[in-house]
């Protein structure tokens, strides 16, 4: 135990060490001067904590309801994603997918405050962030972050906490790709290597601007603009998440599932998940969180939250009918696993659009990811050929995919959406193509895999020759719980 204890922290610090040295060497922020639009949206969960003016006082009403946001999201992870994610597994391997969730959680925290949000959400490059906030250095009670209205500002403690958690589930999703029979020690190590450097530059690339303030004409526009995240400077649309959640999540984990190998047995023996009870119960946890998730990612307590708390709200019901009829017609029988995880899918699909579409659009995005991920978890898992244990990437990863594009769609004002803001104008820009935010929506979409891969593999492969990935096979029979944390969840 000693041993695996040592490696963990080695490998922490050379990850740590790593990263810093990324940050340094990273160049300097550019603007995508040819294909950018008007302005880019609010089309993040989050802004930078930026410099504003002393006079600016957060609103206690903001405050009060991005506290409330951040302890949903929380909600989600635990105990949401561990219930049922848990209810999925067989009985054997539950209180293991419980003990990842927490640990994970906390472990992803702590990173965050050390280095995570600063390296994601000050200025530094187009690619990553900076050293402002190292350690969480200089922030203090009156610290101010900005939101996406010209002199609104929030305290940046709710800020970075909000980020925090965000950061924390996305870490979490990854493990039903490859649940039931990977090391936990192992697992640990991939979340520190991964977080360093697939979620927190695409994060930065996504999300980070320095705030509407000092945008005053087209110059100052350019300028604020060219300092933001990469992706950000494109123009894509993603309010809390698609791209940085959720298609993050999935492809670490279908990645997972293939190097670390199919389960014992998979294919031969019956591997149903052990207590539905806990997926719905799950789900449903899930689905309330989930209006923090997407309404606090407005930042305000404002209309713009209103509409993303509307739209979560009527996607994911369409979902839940979409696949629960789709499966009726093709399986004979809708399933109580079939509507949870079509609550799910809604979910997901809804997550970069839940700002920018109308509620008309917010039904067609949920039934098509109904329909479209229940494919992905029957014949698109079959034509991968992967042991995707709990289906992450046929709900997250197609759902995530699906929702980043039809965002692209949807947000257009002609078909109910909010278009783009234009900060010079302060009003939606009079010109929208739905062609042209498709292709911004496309590149980011295959951006994030491609990086999201290629960090994966590298750090599994080498997790694997350094502690190994997966239990002996009489401890992945026996059950992780067993063999891996002395426990059963039911005692005989």
């Given at each position: ?445 295959i951006t994030t895999i491609i990086w999201y891969g290629v960090v994966s593999f590298i750090a599994f492969k080498l997790i694997d020759i350094v502690i190994g990935l997966r239990v002996k096979e009489d401890e992945e029979r026996e059950g992780l719980d067993i063999s891996s944390h002395g426990e059963s969840a039911y005692e005989s």
């Open positions: 135990m000693l041993t695996w204890m040592k490696r963990l922290v080695a490998g922490s610090a050379m990850a740590l060490a790593i990263g810093a040295t990324g940050v340094i060497v990273t160049s300097p922020a550019h603007a995508d001067e040819a294909k950018k639009p008007a302005v880019t949206a609010p089309a993040a969960a989050t802004a930078a904590a930026a410099p504003v003016a002393p006079a600016l006082v957060p609103n206690k009403g903001d405050t009060a309801w991005m506290l409330i946001s951040t302890a949903l999201v929380l909600l989600m992870t635990l105990p949401g994603l561990a219930l049922f994610y848990g209810g999925l597994t067989r009985s054997k391997n539950i209180l293991s997918i419980c003990m990842q969730c927490m640990v994970i959680f906390s472990v992803i925290t702590v990173l965050w405050a050390l280095y995570g949000y600063s390296f994601a959400f000050t200025e530094g490059g187009a690619f990553i962030g900076g050293l402002d906030r190292l350690f969480l250095a200089g922030m203090t009670p009156d610290s101010v972050a900005a939101t996406f209205s010209k002199g609104v500002v929030i305290p940046e403690y709710v800020f970075m906490a909000f980020q925090a958690v965000f950061a924390t589930i996305t870490c979490c999703l990854i493990i039903g790709s490859f649940a039931e029979r990977a090391k936990f020690s192992a697992i640990l190590v991939f979340m520190i290597i991964w977080f360093t450097f697939s979620y927190l530059p695409i994060a930065h690339m996504v999300w980070f601007w320095p705030g509407p303030d000092d945008i005053k004409d087209a110059a100052s526009l350019d300028a604020i603009t060219a300092r933001a995240g990469w992706l950000w400077q494109k123009g894509v649309l993603d309010f809390a998440g698609g791209t940085v959640v959720h298609i993050n999540a999935a492809i670490a984990g279908l990645v997972g599932s293939f190097v670390i190998g199919k389960r014992v047995g998979y294919g031969k023996e019956a591997m149903k998940p052990h207590n539905l009870v806990y997926v719905m119960t799950g789900a449903a946890l899930l689905w309330f969180g989930w209006f923090g998730f997407n309404a606090g990612s407005a930042l305000e307590a404002n209309g713009s939250a209103a509409l993303a708390f509307v739209n979560t709200y009527l996607a994911t019901a369409a979902a839940v009918l979409a696949w629960s009829c789709a499966e009726w017609v093709t399986k004979g029988k809708p399933s109580v696993l079939g509507a949870a995880s079509g609550c799910v899918a809604g979910l997901v699909a809804i997550t970069p659009a839940a700002g920018f579409v109308g509620p008309m659009g917010s039904l067609v995005i949920g039934a098509a990811a109904g329909v479209v991920c229940l494919w992905g978890v029957t014949g698109l898992k079959k034509i991968l050929g992967s042991d995707d244990s709990l289906d992450v990437f046929g709900v997250h990863g197609v759902g995530g995919i699906l929702g980043a594009l039809l965002t692209g769609v949807f947000a257009d004002p002609a078909l109910g959406g909010t278009g783009i803001w234009d900060y010079v104008a302060n009003a939606a820009a009079p010109d929208y193509s739905i062609a042209s935010q498709l292709w911004i929506q496309s590149q980011v979409v």
